[in-house]
Structures are given as C-alpha cells and as structure tokens.
C-alpha cells in the first residue's frame, strides 16, 4: 500500500481523506481538532499526533487548509514540514490561498529539496464527497504527473495551469466568477418575486437556457428552500475575494463587481451569517427588500 500523509480534515478534507482510504492508500492524518482525527481513523486512517508525526513518514502529503497563514504554519512553522520531511518529499497543497503565498511557501521548500504543487479545487462538499472535483494546478510538470493518480481518486478533471501560484491565480478566477453567478442569481430571483411572479417557476423555466449554470443548479433550490447550511461558508468566500482584490491590486487587474460582492459579503458577516452557506448572498437582497424569495 502507498504511503501518503494528509492534513486538514475539514468540510473538504474528511471526505477526500475517506476517497483516498477506500482507493487503497495507507493515510497517515492529523488536524488541530483531534475529534477530526478520530473520525479519520475510524474510517481506517493512522492517526498522527503531530504534523511532524506526519512528515517524517509519508514521501507525499496533502493539505487542506483554510487560507494562507494556516499552510505557512503547517509547511513551515518550527514544527512544519519544513523542518521534518525528507529530501525529495512533495507537498500537495490543495487549500485555497493568496498565489503569492503558495509561491513564497514553495521557494522555503525549495531551500530543503522538497517539492510542492498547488492545487486547489472547485466543486464543493458534494463533490468532495463523490470524487468529482474539478483540480487547478501549479507547479512542475513532473511532479504534477507524480501526483496525477491521487487528482484522478479526488477529482474528474485535473488541468496544470502554469508554474507554482497559477492553480491558485485559477482559483481566485472562479470564485469571483462564482460569488457574481451567485449574486446574479438572487438579484435576478427577488427581482422575480417583487414583480408578482413565483421564482421556483422562473427557475424551472430558465435553468435550461443561456442563464442556466451549475451555480444556479447548486444554488437555486437552497436559496428557495430558505436552506443556508455549508457547504462553503461566507467567510471563506470573504478570505477568496480578499486574497482576489489583493491580486487584483497587485497586477492591475479591474475587479469593479468583485468589490461590490466584497460589500455583500461583509455586510452578511456583520449580520451573523458568517457560518452560512455563499447561497446565503440571496439573504442581502431578502433584507433590503424585506421579503425572502422561496415561501
Ligand atoms: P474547514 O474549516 O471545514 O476545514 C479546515 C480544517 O483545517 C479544519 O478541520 C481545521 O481544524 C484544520 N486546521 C486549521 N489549522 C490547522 C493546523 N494548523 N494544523 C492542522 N489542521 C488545521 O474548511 P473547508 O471547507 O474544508 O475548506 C478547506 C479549503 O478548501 C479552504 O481553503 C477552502 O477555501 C477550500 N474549499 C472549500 C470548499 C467548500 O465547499 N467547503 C470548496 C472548494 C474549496
């Protein structure tokens, strides 16, 4: 059995951590939050009582983290990888961070002969769950090529975008991209409701045509059924767009409707929806408009 360490058993991580057991990987898994860790190792996971527990053994090691200063910690804090892994080790980071820190991380690692991909992922809990994944890559593409097997377990597409940073640089794409689709769709739903007609049926009528997406098929039947449980949180979503607007800053690029989704999400934060599902952008409309969109 292959050996391969794991770290970050979050809404993501857990169930890619089970796909990789149940494809035959032997797992080496730790979290800050031991609970986590358990769960794993009833699941058939060796439970590590540390990161440095993690490194030493495994010649491959995933992260799934929440933002950058958390992969810092992990990859080079005084108890991280860094210090721990050997030569010759590659480190997949597949959390959703600033493409200047996976860049930054990777040039550290670079110092002690280990390796990193970054390769964070679009798709959410479902298809985390049903190893569906759509994987974005950085990095070399030999090691890309070492670590294709496991994106074929934990994803159904897994394209390599440019040198290390671009898999992230891609991310942040598509969560602007997301978080507009999302703010469209509840725009485009309350607009449909104040003007007297029933939104799951302008759903029904338009999922189909040039309007229709995977965010409105993901999206709409939450945000009708009231249902705002994560799912990726609004404060994740906060963290993706920070990290786009900084990029932004940094190369120029104009993110006119980025800063207005920032406006939304930030004012939902304020208001305790923090914790909630992205659909929960549709309960900015459903406050200034003082109505909600499903029944
Ligand atoms: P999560 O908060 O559910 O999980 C993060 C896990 O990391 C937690 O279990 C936490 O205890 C652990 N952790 C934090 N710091 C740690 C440390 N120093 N050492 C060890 N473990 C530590 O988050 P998630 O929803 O699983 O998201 C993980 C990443 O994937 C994020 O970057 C997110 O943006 C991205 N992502 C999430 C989704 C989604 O739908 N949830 C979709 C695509 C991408």
Known sequence: MKKLGFIGLGIMGKPMAINLIKAGYDLTVYDINAEAVTALAAAGARAAASIAEVAQTNPV????????????????????????????????????????????????????KIRMLDAPVSGGEPKAVDGTLAIMVGGDEADFTEAKPLFDILGSSAVLIGPVGSGNTCKLANQVIVALNIAALSEGLMLAKKAGTDPQKVFEAIRGGLAGSTVMNAKAPMILAGNFKPGFKIDLHIKDLANAL????????PLLLTSTAMQILQQLHAGGDGQNDHSAIARFYEKVAGETIGD
Do not use: C, F, W
């Open 246 to 253: 900084d990029t932004g800053y940094l190369t120029g690029a």
């Open 61 to 112: 090691i995933i992260t799934m983290l929440p933002n950058s200063p958390h992969v810092k910690a992990v990859a080079l804090g005084p108890d991280g990888i860094e210090s721990h892994a050997r030569a010759g080790t590659l480190l997949v980071d597949m959390s959703s961070i600033a493409p200047a820190a996976s860049q930054e991380i990777a040039a550290a690692l670079k110092a002690k």
